[in-house]
């Protein structure tokens, strides 16, 4: 197949919103992208590895995933080692995205870092705008900045209409998770 497709790829996608779904999106594309024999890289904000069901398929599918969350959530304020992992995340995304190795990277709940204020909103603008031109780009998360919409090509809002939460079901393997 020849490769010609590529030349057309380098826009900029934000899932974001309070609905489920964000991570599913991305991984859709991912998937469509590696279907097409595309390189993908999935850098995980806030995850921490060997937990979620994206992680354990990477092998199996052909991608690469690379998750920088620690073992705990956070909620309210970030402790300093959730800001550090944020970073390490962060610089390692500066990396990728730069290199022009990987037809599509998805930075999963980079948003999310942004709203709970452990990354500065003008270091992952200044990150979208360096992408390598061939680089299809996502970011992921609740409450991404507005001020990121003007850099992006698509923007999508997941909007919680209802949630089994709502009825105390939790996080269900292989359907949350």
């Known amino acids: 197949m020849s490769e010609s497709w590529k030349k057309k790829l380098g826009l900029v996608h934000i899932y974001t919103g309070n609905g489920k779904g964000k991570t599913t999106a991305a991984l859709g594309l991912a998937l469509r992208m590696l279907g097409?024999?595309?390189?993908v890289i999935v850098i995980q904000f806030m995850k921490a590895p060997k937990v979620y069901g994206e992680y354990f398929m990477a092998e199996k599918c052909g991608?690469?995933?690379e998750s920088y969350g620690l073992p705990k959530f956070v909620h309210g304020e970030p402790d300093e080692d959730d800001v550090q992992a944020a970073r390490r995340a962060l610089e390692r995304a500066k990396e990728v995205v730069k290199s022009g190795?990987?037809?599509?990277?998805?930075?999963?709940?980079?948003c999310v870092a942004l709203g709970f204020g452990m990354l500065d909103v003008e270091e992952v603008k200044?990150?979208?705008?360096?992408?390598?031109?061939?680089?299809?780009?996502?970011?992921?998360?609740?409450?991404?900045?507005e001020e990121l919409f003007e850099l992006a090509d698509y923007v999508t809002e997941m909007r919680e209409i209802k949630h089994?939460?709502?009825?105390?079901?939790?996080?269900?393997?292989?359907?949350?998770?």
């Not at 200044?126 to 900045?145: D, F, H, I, M, Q």
């Open 63 to 65: 991608y690469v995933i």
């Open 36 to 39: 097409n024999g595309g390189r």
């Open 126 to 145: 200044e990150l979208v705008k360096s992408k390598a031109p061939n680089t299809e780009l996502v970011l992921t998360g609740r409450y991404c900045p």
């Open 164 to 177: 089994p939460y709502q009825k105390g079901i939790t996080a269900r393997r292989g359907v949350e998770y």
């Open 101 to 110: 190795e990987w037809d599509l990277v998805v930075l999963d709940e980079i």
